[in-house]
């Protein structure tokens, strides 16, 4: 009886919180498309009542956004991967029992998340040790390995029954063949996780672009916003009636556009990856 | 005992590492830069075009490619075979970026900087190469359009250690964009004084309840109230170089004693303090002026008086003015017509880093672009294609203006060649054409100090950290006067002395070197 | 050590100790290496899968760290990053000089608390709920509304944040006053705003770091339920005894996780959202953004990055301390 109540409210409270979150996604939706005078009378308003593509023309104008957009889809694809490997294999050593110096690992791993890359060091590796700078290869390297998500990954891998390791062994199994056979089709859930916040980091990084591509053919999408927004509030403070745009600029409508063109494609990518949240993998693999 | 074991591994691994990249690294850092004559020699040889790589801030705009493209082909005829490579930035990145560059030993010939930008820093920290020789042999376009009081005033240590980019001589005062057609319903004739003005401003709050009198472009530095109040005032208060618009330490008119708020409390600025405490009491200053965007309230329509920066209305806020049913008008309390002393300060620079390798290529092609039909091209793009010249000082644009936005300030500006735009109406015109004669200004006896901050670096980074917290509050009203200041003072006092007695120092050896 | 005392041949006498010493000195270092690789083949394939990630941190993690050298120097173009000066502590100077330091450090490790108790509280609440909902398109339809407003940036999320905190159009202004309440002018009192931005950040993170908790609940075997609901257990008291004992770990890891970097601020956030309102400094000014006030008109490269190590240094210390707790509690949820 009492679960009754108790699922009631389950779901009372979860619908609430999620009303929360989506009722401000969908005011930037909706309002991305109203025109800079609307949104400068009622602010934000829930209700369409004049469309406008004005805040899109302009993002789209002069072509950059498809090049753009282009870019961070391949860094995003290409390093999520390159990151899945490296790191699912990284967080597997570092979870697994007969690894004597884990811990040490560990710490060294960790150590990097505190005393992250001098700037000048960093960009002397990459731009001159290295001679990344202006390719793609600049974009994807750095992050291909986030100490965070691989101590993510650890947590689940140790929760994993050492049962299925045991029971590979004896099946004549080698390391590397029981974790890609054996471990990480278990490890679903956990992969589908990392593999969507990988994609994301990648997705929304403009930090790298800003600092190694210079050749503005190969800006990814978040750099080209970065720029366009931050030199739009520029724009008011120079002397303002010697610019040369005689059209106003929808500035605020503009911000909102840029949320939206960012989610797109990830909002895509996410219910893809709800369906790796199925239950139980585990069962039968042991006690089979 | 493993743990210390592999950790010495490690630690030995990254220093060897650091080490003999450093060397190999340094290499290229530590590079000396051979006379430079004898290189330009060989480069005309060898018909290679020199690649001049420059950092812009702003946006690359959409027909860049074939500007540069027609620039080039022009430079090529006179017999100079340059390929531009321009990097833009945005402005927010733009000095992390460079300073990460240029400390990493890049290849940069062209750097855009500015004593807002941290200039002063970067030339104590020695990134910047001084030009006087470079431009005395390659640049005389570059100096002739320039007045010899604006070369003279923005010399570093007595050293030119940039091209100054200017085109007026003297910031247009404090302009006020109001809304004209309030005004006229309330039945004020044009407001010419910051007297009628608070009167304005008190009758709208009387009347108009809906509307909030007053709103600043920024809350902060020099568009806080107080300071911008005072800023047409003759022989107002004036912030220094040390302290930028702060008034805490301050000069009056053309003398260069500075003044100490903290030692001595004027009564002029603590009137107008208590005034303005007054005002936001009363409800004329908009409650939450430090949180908010001052031109999109103004442009929502919902503010009568908005202090700004420009002589005339922005387009686009007399376009949103006008769609939320009201007209807007500009007004400046400032006198055009007298003599006014000047500090021919420049706004931006162009400097060259020191580790350049084509520097003389670099002021040739300056040179280059400070020739009226060059300067024109660079400036406003293709005549007949994006603009089209009214007379010989104005020019009208053509189209939108999108596929080539203005921006010369960046890297080619200067008063004799830039053009005023067309249509701007009677008064503006005459304000604009007075202030880029230089011969309307004399010199104000600082020009050409500048304050290096390197020997109270540490000061003033408290210093501005204190000032974040009470500055703006207390010169908006928003907080109680005397309890601001006095946590201020408490906080503050010690360090503005010393930045107050390393300014004086360097002033009086300043004026002991040009006297 | 034990193997170099068994070797120990019969015969030898007291007379020759400092031989045998350094005999058992080198043998011992000998015996470490032979250890590490003895440990090396042993496990060669699983060291082999970590070759990539150890040869990641090597070169962009570990290798970079020498610039962090700039701090204790006085950088000069012409001398390069080598020649520069030495000045030792100099640069820290700037932040410690004033009682700042302590107010902004506070505020730093104060608010940061404050997110990762309610931030990681409500993702595991959010997951856990969303865990027991029966209907699936429901679930899904909830899992991605809560992570929409990860994805809206902090310059709107300011926006917003001023539509609905401002004083005169504020929408909870208006409906304080519609209640019959005075309104509050927000953007002006500090004290406020250690709630406003804890809400904030909750709001914005939580949807994230609930995947996480899904994906540890994923791995939880059905039959601890089903053998719970025969002994006729509620589903509220699962949850109490099977569901959160079985994701501790992960809570403790991601806290631990968020501790180390208990020094580190969101200036992102901060900056966005306060600006440069001096009103609320004393409650919202974190290291980064002061440190980026004090610091903006100057351009000196070396003292930001002191004020970096100050944070990492800190946070160093932080989370050694925290990971000794936490091991002898619990040493799987450990980091190391």
Known sequence: MRDKWFIGFVYVFVTVFAVFCFLPFWMVFVDSFATESGLREKGFHLFPTEFSLDAYTFLFSGGQVYSSYAVSVTVTAIGTIGAMIVSSSYAYVLAHRKVKYRNILSFLTYFTMLFGAGLVGFYMLIANWLGLKDTIWALILPYLLNPFYVFIMVSYFRDIPYELNEAALIDGCGEIRTFVRIILPIAKPVLATVGLFYALQYWNDWWLALLFVDDYRLHPLQIMIRQLVSNLNVQ???????TSYTVTIPSTGIQLATVCITIGPIIALYPILQRYYTKGLTIGAVKG | MKWRSLLGILLVVMVALAGCSSSGGSGKETGSNPSDSNRTETRKESKEPVVLNVMLPGDRPADFNKVIAEAERRMAEDGLHFRLDVTFVPWSDLKQKTQVMLSAGEDLDLVFDAPWNAMNEMIAAGYYEPLDELLARHGPNILNTRPKELLDANRFDGKLMGIPLNNKFKDPAATYVIRQDIREELGFGPIRSYGELTEFMYEVKKRMPDIIPYVGSLATGNMTLVPFSFRDVENGPEGTQALYQSLVLYHRGNDSKVFNLFDEADPEIWDRILQVRQMYLDGIIHPDIMAVKGQEEFKKGKVAVLSLNSISVPNDIAAAVDEAGGKAEAITFFNYSDKQPSMFAAYNFICIPVRSEKKVEAIQFLNWANEKDNYDLLAYGMEGVHWEPVGDDMYRVLGDGSAYTWFPYAWIWNPVH????????EQELAVEKFTRDSSNFTKHVLAGFSFNAEPVANEIAQYNAIDAKYYGPLMNGVGDPEELWTKFKQEAEPHVKKIQLELEKQIEAFLNRNS | MSEANVEMEDGQEEGEPVVRQSNCETIERKGEITEMVNELAKNRQLYLLAVPGLLFLLIFAYVPMFGHVIAFKKFNSLKGLWGSEWVGLDNFKFFFMGKDWITVTFNTI???????VFGIGLAVVLAIFL????????????????????????????????AVLGTTEGLLNRTLEALGFERVAWYSTPEAWPAILTAIYVWKTSGYYSIIFLAAIAAIPPDYYESALIDGASRLRMIFHITLPLIRKTMMVLVLLAVG?????????????????????????????????ALRQLGNFGMASAIVLYQSFMGLMTIVMFNWIVRRIDRDSAIF
């Open chain 1, 236 to 242: 008011s403070y120079i002397a303002g009636s010697s």
């Open chain 2, 418 to 425: 830039d053009r005023i735009k067309d249509g701007l109406p």
């Open chain 3, 131 to 162: 865990n027991e909902m029966r209907s699936v398109l429901y679930k899904r339809l909830m899992q991605s509304a809560i992570f929409m407003p990860y994805f809206i940036s902090w310059v709107v999320v300011s926006m917003m944040a001023l």
């Open chain 3, 261 to 293: 970097r208990i020094f580190y601020g969101d200036f992102g956030m901060v900056y966005g959202i306060v600006g440069d309102n001096g009103m609320l400094f004393s409650t919202t000014d974190i290291i980064d953004t002061y440190s980026y006030r």
């Open chain 3, 110 to 116: 104060f608010l940061n608390s404050l997110f990762i």
